[in-house]
Every structure is written in C-alpha cells, then in structure tokens.
C-alpha cells in the first residue's frame, strides 16, 4: 500500500527557531513536493524536487528551504520560523497521480 | 495569480440531491484535470481525473464535465451521502509531471 509519512502531525515551534519537517515515501517516486494549505487559499505550493539533490522553487518558497539527500525523503526547513508561517504543511509524492501525507499542523508562537 | 478558480467555497446539499463543484482555468498547456477529496485531519485523496480528450467521465456517483472550448470542467455528485461531506479541490497539470495548480477548495456539508 501506498505511503507517505510525515514525520509529526503536530509541532509548536517559537519565532526565530530553525524547523524541519520531514517527509518519507516508500514507492521509489521521484518527484517530490512540498505544499501548505490554509483556509480559503487551498494548496500552495512550496518546492518540489524531481531528483535526489535537485529542487525547484514553487509558488511560495521566500523563507523555506528544501533538502534532498535520499530517494525517498524530502525534507522542508524553515530557516527562521515566523508567525505567518503558521499553517498545515502537506508533503505529496507522485507517479501517476499525487499521494499526500496526512499533513504536519505547525503553530509558530 | 491563481491558475485554477474553483466555486463555490462552500455548499450544502441535502441527502439525495446533487453537489455540483466548477473549476476554471486559463492556461491551455494544462492536460491533466484531477479532483483531491480530503476528509478532516487527513491529506487530500485523488477521487476522479480526466484529460482533455474526453468531455465527460464518470466513476461511480462521481463525474467530471469538461468543457475544452470553454476552459472550464465541474465535479457532479449525485445522490450526495453525508459520507461525502468534505473538502473538494480541482486542479490542473501541466507540461511539468506532477506540478498541480490547485483551485482554493470547495467545503462540502450533506445533511441528512
């Protein structure tokens, strides 16, 4: 079965931290994403990548970055947490269609 | 610049009855038009998708009309249950695999 696994549902994090979200999936896929969605806005996206250590930017990328070192992980850094990054953090995989994770609720405080 | 537009934001239909979702976008390059179910507390799940080549596809209660000319396509519910009662996202894809432009989402609440 399917899976995209992301490594916390919950995370309070204070302003000015460091962040990473973690993101794994275990169907050797090699395009990657990284989404956040809040209400009434739907789904933005973040970066992507198509290959291990490569990245593109998406819609959103200012204060976040990426890293690809594996296959099968994908990892989202908020280099300096900020309350306006306050937000579900969404990681999809995808092959034929897209497979998302169940979402990581980051509180910047 | 939002690529997709999806309406309306919410809907409430009674059991039985019709949902009816509509999406619009500008780009034609885009070739690939899937719809995401989510459910509270769980990532969005591909329900149905179609490509262009085709105006209708049905799965189920669930159908996709895809009007190419017009650069528009919905999402039919029919006999909606309250099992159906969430989130609905149309989206779009390009030449790029796998990069989705998603509309803003459509809350969706069958009651009994």
């Known amino acids: 079965d399917v899976k995209v696994t992301q490594s916390s549902r919950y995370l309070v994090k204070r302003t000015g931290e460091k962040v990473f979200l973690e993101c794994v999936q275990d169907?050797?896929?090699?395009?990657m994403f990284w989404y956040r969605q809040d209400p009434g806005l739907g789904l933005r996206l973040i970066y992507f990548?198509?290959?291990?250590?490569?990245?593109e930017k998406g819609d959103i990328p200012e204060g976040y970055s990426v890293s690809r070192e594996k296959k099968e992980r994908f990892s989202l850094i908020l280099e300096s947490a900020s309350t306006n990054q306050t937000s579900m953090y969404l990681c999809?995989?995808?092959?034929?269609?897209?497979?998302f994770g169940q979402g990581t609720r980051l509180t910047v405080v | 610049q939002q690529q997709v537009k999806q309406s309306p934001q919410s809907l409430i239909v009674q059991k039985g009855g019709i949902s009816i979702i509509n999406c619009a976008y500008e780009?034609?390059?885009?070739?690939?038009f899937p719809w995401y179910q989510q459910f509270p507390g769980k990532g969005p799940a591909l329900l149905i998708a179609i490509r262009p080549d085709v105006s209708e596809k049905k799965e189920g209660r669930f159908t996709i009309s895809f009007n190419k000319s017009a650069k528009q396509f919905s999402l039919h519910i029919m006999d909606s249950q309250p099992g159906d009662s969430a989130t609905y996202f149309c989206?779009?894809?390009?030449?790029?695999?796998?990069?989705?432009?998603f509309g803003r989402g459509t809350q969706l609440t069958v009651w009994p």
């Open positions: 999809a995989s995808h092959h034929t269609e897209a497979f």
């Open positions: 989206a779009a894809e390009g030449s790029t695999l796998g990069r989705l432009y």
């Open positions: 169907m050797d896929h090699e395009n």
């Open positions: 990548s198509y290959d291990v250590k490569m990245k």
């Open positions: 780009n034609t390059a885009f070739d690939y």
